[in-house]
């Protein structure tokens, strides 16, 4: 199957979204399907052969993040030139409603289209605004897949109609191989404990889990708090406790392997996030890897964690219970061995093994009778002809 996969955020940017793109292509590309990625992107920026680049995105503050966008008429004209080279039997968007090349694509394509929904946000102006604009295109969408029931509500809310959830998938084998790093383990009465994520971001919660931290470190004088992401490393440091700041490695932004080694290694991880989460890939890796997973009880994580089952979690925000979970985890190993178990059994149920063959479900359905829908669509709407230009049969 030939497949055009659509990324609206730019794909030199670690992402949720981005990552999900990157590793379905290359899951289909290991099945013997012919996959193809169309993001913004860096015009200097190592890229994936199987990756076309858009062209350079501007940071726009979007879902409570800053995302890198890309949009305008010379988008439009690279977007028409992919899909016309692309001949792709289904269309795969991400974010369909975003202010990106993916509304770009909807409106040139004229075959089976098939939209992953990712944001969960229930009081979205953008999808607000968005909608009378895209409404008329998102008949075009053939099927639609939400990434969690939190992303579904937000489809059914703002858009209408609904959406099969299918989860983000992880390759639970690299994770579950990763090796360990003396650097990053921890020793009895002295464990590790990691965060992941943009450390300027405020909803992913690292002043929560600071704020937590010199109650533990007066009880565990000996831990250390591992700190891997972008942002501003001098600035956060500064906003911490003396003592936890003390306490603190700042690991910067990791590679994929370092980042899986990292949750292999560690005692802990903690995702204490604070809102604005559809899913949390970070819990099934950290899972996978083997890390027992402390996180906020946000409704995504909490069913990520099968209701608390594969996780400890913590009151959204309530840094002192986040501390009691800590310290409580920390002075149990069992509980520790227990949570990992139960990491490493849940994981599997997001691995692109299964995921995948989801999703492929999905195409199939969307590309039988596909030719009556490309016939219908030929005379699509002006945005199709405007975007894709005349066929090349036409003089």
């Not at 899951?27 to 290991?30: S, T």
């Not at 990756?51 to 062209?55: E, N």
């Not at 988008?75 to 028409?80: D, E, N, Q, T």
């Not at 509500?153 to 809310?157: H, N, Q």
């Given at each position: 199957?030939?497949?055009?996969?659509?990324c609206?955020?730019s794909?030199?940017?670690?992402?949720g979204?981005?990552?999900?793109?990157?590793?379905l292509?290359e899951?289909?590309?290991?099945q013997g399907?012919?996959?193809s990625?169309?993001?913004?992107?860096?015009?200097?920026?190592?890229?994936?052969?199987y990756?076309?680049?858009?062209?350079r995105?501007?940071?726009?503050?979007?879902?409570?993040?800053?995302?890198?966008?890309a949009?305008?008429?010379m988008?439009?004209?690279?977007?028409?030139r992919?899909?016309?080279?692309?001949?792709?039997?289904?269309?795969?968007?991400?974010?369909?409603?975003?202010?990106?090349?993916?509304?770009?694509?909807?409106?040139?394509?004229?075959g089976?289209?098939v939209?992953?929904?990712?944001?969960?946000?229930?009081?979205?102006?953008?999808?607000?605004?968005?909608?009378?604009?895209?409404?008329?295109?998102?008949?075009?969408?053939?099927?639609?897949?939400?990434?969690?029931?939190?992303?579904r509500?937000?489809?059914?809310?703002h858009?209408?109609?609904?959406?099969v959830?299918?989860?983000?998938?992880?390759?639970?084998?690299?994770?579950?191989?990763?090796?360990?790093?003396?650097?990053?383990?921890g020793?009895?009465g002295?464990?590790?404990?990691?965060?992941?994520?943009?450390?300027d971001?405020?909803?992913?919660?690292l002043?929560?889990?600071?704020?937590?931290?010199?109650?533990?470190?007066?009880?565990?004088?000996g831990?250390?708090?591992?700190?891997?992401?972008?942002g501003?490393?001098?600035?956060?440091?500064?906003?911490?406790?003396?003592?936890?700041?003390?306490?603190?490695?700042?690991?910067?932004?990791?590679?994929?392997?370092?980042?899986?080694?990292?949750?292999?290694?560690?005692?802990?991880?903690?995702?204490p996030?604070?809102?604005g989460?559809?899913?949390?890939?970070?819990?099934?890796?950290?899972?996978?890897?083997?890390?027992?997973?402390?996180?906020?009880?946000?409704?995504?994580?909490?069913?990520?964690?099968?209701?608390?089952?594969?996780?400890?979690?913590?009151?959204?925000?309530?840094?002192?219970?986040?501390?009691?979970?800590?310290?409580?985890?920390a002075?149990?190993?069992a509980?520790?061995?227990?949570?990992?178990?139960?990491?490493?059994?849940?994981?599997?149920?997001?691995d692109?093994?299964?995921?995948?063959?989801?999703?492929?479900?999905?195409?199939?359905?969307?590309?039988?009778?596909?030719d009556?829908?490309?016939?219908?669509?030929?005379?699509?709407?002006?945005?199709?002809?405007?975007?894709?230009?005349?066929?090349?049969?036409?003089?």
């Open positions: 199957m030939r497949v055009g996969l659509v609206p955020y794909f030199d940017v670690p992402g979204v981005q990552f999900h793109v990157r590793d292509a899951h289909l590309l290991a399907h012919h996959a990625v169309l993001a913004p992107a860096d015009d200097d920026a190592p890229l994936p052969s990756l076309v680049s858009a062209g995105a501007i940071p726009v503050r979007y879902n409570g993040s800053v995302a890198r966008l949009f305008g008429p988008m439009a004209s690279k977007v028409g992919w899909l016309e080279a692309g001949d792709f039997d289904v269309v795969h968007l991400h974010e369909p409603v975003t202010p990106s090349i993916s509304i770009l694509a909807l409106w040139a394509s004229n089976p289209i939209a992953t929904f990712h944001t969960s946000n229930l009081r979205s102006r953008a999808m607000q605004a968005a909608y009378p604009v895209v409404r008329p295109s998102l008949e075009k969408i053939s099927g639609r897949i939400a990434v969690s029931e939190d992303a509500r937000t489809v059914t809310t858009l209408g109609g609904d959406a959830v299918i989860p983000n998938g992880v390759d639970v084998a690299r994770f579950a191989g990763a090796p360990l790093s003396t650097a990053w383990q020793r009895p002295a464990p590790t404990i990691a965060f992941l994520g943009r450390i971001e405020p909803r992913k919660g002043p929560v889990l600071a704020s937590a931290m010199p109650r533990v470190l007066q009880e565990l004088p831990a250390r708090l591992l700190v891997a992401g972008p501003d490393r001098a600035a956060a440091r500064a906003r911490m406790a003396p003592e936890v700041a003390a306490a603190s490695e700042f690991l910067g932004a990791v590679t994929d392997v370092e980042k899986a080694s990292l949750l292999a290694s560690v005692d802990l991880y903690v995702a996030h604070t809102g989460e559809s899913f949390g890939i970070v819990l099934v890796e950290a899972m996978a890897a083997g890390a027992p997973v402390v996180a906020s009880d946000l409704a995504a994580f909490v069913r990520v964690l099968d209701g608390g089952r594969a996780g400890a979690t913590f009151r959204n925000e309530d840094h002192d219970d986040l501390a009691s979970q800590l310290l409580r985890l002075a149990d190993p509980a520790r061995a227990r949570l990992t178990a139960a990491g490493s059994r849940r994981a599997q149920v997001f692109w093994s299964v995921v995948a063959e989801q999703v492929m479900a999905v195409y199939d359905t969307v590309t039988h009778g596909a009556e829908l490309r016939a219908e669509s030929a005379s699509d709407t002006r945005w199709t002809r405007l975007l894709r230009g005349r066929s090349r049969g036409e003089a």
